[in-house]
């Protein structure tokens, strides 16, 4: 699923960009990036298992849900006041800002659980691509919306099959 992400990370990006949705065009970039360290940190802790049958979960700490929360909050009014300065400096404006930074940040935030495998990265997914599916209808963007209930259904079996399939281990 990495190197899906990095094919559909490009295309959204292109998309996003034309829309002036400029902070999931960002995300999308970060999405690009992460794929290759998601990439890398998987294969490295497939070892930590002695079934491989099995998904290798981190425990999440009240202070990575802490930090995460901060950065989620301070980070999506930062965003979505650059983004507003943005269209200021002659930049096509952002008809939604706060939410497109919100999705953005959450989404960040999530993309970065998954990394560490966190179980909980789940949960993050599902509200995001809620959101996302709002940004895009009121967009106009229906297909992209389409796309994004396809997600949270994707998110909500993920969560099930990661309950399910997961073994709590201490990967660093």
């Known amino acids: 699923m990495w190197v899906l992400g990095i094919i559909t990370s490009l295309a959204s990006m292109l998309v996003f960009y034309s829309q002036g949705l400029y902070a999931s065009f960002g995300l999308n970039a970060y999405y690009l990036i992460t794929a290759f360290i998601g990439l890398w940190q998987w294969r490295k802790d497939k070892g930590a298992i002695e079934n491989t049958s099995k998904i290798h979960l981190n425990k999440l700490s009240w202070n990575v849900a802490g930090i995460s929360a901060v950065i989620f909050i301070g980070g999506s009014i930062g965003l979505a006041a650059g983004m507003e300065y943005m269209s200021d400096l002659g930049f096509k404006e952002n008809p939604m800002s706060l939410l497109d930074a919100s999705v953005a940040v959450l989404?960040?935030?999530?993309?970065?659980?998954?990394?560490?495998?966190?179980?909980?990265?789940?949960?993050?997914?599902?509200?995001?691509?809620?959101?996302?599916?709002?940004?895009?209808?009121?967009?106009?963007?229906?297909?992209?919306?389409?796309?994004?209930?396809?997600?949270?259904?994707?998110?909500?079996?993920?969560?099930?099959?990661?309950?399910?399939?997961?073994?709590?281990v201490h990967c660093s």
């Open 107 to 168: 989404s960040a935030v999530a993309t970065w659980w998954l990394v560490k495998s966190y179980l909980q990265q789940w949960w993050l997914w599902i509200a995001a691509n809620i959101l996302s599916l709002a940004l895009c209808a009121a967009q106009g963007m229906w297909w992209m919306a389409f796309l994004y209930i396809l997600y949270a259904t994707a998110a909500v079996i993920g969560l099930i099959h990661w309950k399910k399939n997961g073994e709590y």
